[in-house]
């Protein structure tokens, strides 16, 4: 595989549209985003970390339409431009402006590259959350107040593809903006279920993973969903009570994966697109070995088994197949299939 264009920072924001924007700013807000600013095409929401919004709103049929990376430097903009497929630099005319660079992957999502947007400023994150645990008694007196109400989404932390051919579609993310393996889940027939990947960012640590590259049992290609960190596992478990409170669709969760060993709970929108709460990540840098794993023998470390509707975005004659040949292979190796 030859050396990446370009190296990039950080997932800046994701583009999601929805037949309806009161419906969709409602669960957002119950899920913990706030509005950071409004125009007349768009809503866009943000986290609490002092970074651009991460979550642009519109109207239209029910999709992820665009993902979008932050590259270092306006340099690293002219070498994308140029790059077969790719747009001419733009300049972003939104509020948080900036340039991009636009390219469609080989899903036939488009991607954005963007530089110079402007942060906006850190908002109250959730109370702090100093547990006296493993023998340490650094917390005295009574916890912060876990007060009813939304999570506290700090930021969009990463985002899972599907697609018929996770190893391409990694290798085009890998060539372009460096993003590199961090562990792999394999299919019963040798195949890529899921690999891991994270930024390239050197000796930095970085979370387990910014996106992850999976075999979609359909075959069909989607943002399989997109993920966002917390403040802490109080804020989590009072925002999944909210969203319960509030009759949102639990999809999976509450549980700890063990590939990024992130504490993790999946909800979906009205319209049935998978949003994750997460906190407690593990953390990788370039002397990190990646790993790979049968899927037959791979356990999260607690919580429930995945729900068909986690697992399964659209039924056809291959995801009958594949998820026959996936339970099979579970039941030989003697694993629970939920
Ligand atoms: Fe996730």
Redesign the pocket.
Known sequence: MSDPLIKVKRLAYVRVAAPDLDEAEAFLLEFGLQVAARTESAVYFRGTDAEPPCYVLTEGPSDVTAIAFEADCAADLETLSKVDGASAIAKLDEPAGGQVVRLRDPQGMQVEIVHGQTALDALDPAPSHVLNVDGRRERKGPLPAVRPGPAHVRRIG?L?LESGDPAAVYAWYHERFGLRKSDEVLRPDGGTQMRFAALDRGPEFVDH?VV?FQYALDEGTRVQ?M?FEVGNLDDLMAGHDHLKAKSRKAVWGIGR?RY?G?I?D?WANPWGVIH?H?TDTDLVNEDTAASDCAFEDLEEYWGPQPTLGFIVARWNAKTVRNLASMIGARIRAGRGIG
């Open positions: 990463h899972v993973h992850g969903h993920a994966h990024g992130q993790f999946y994750e997460w």
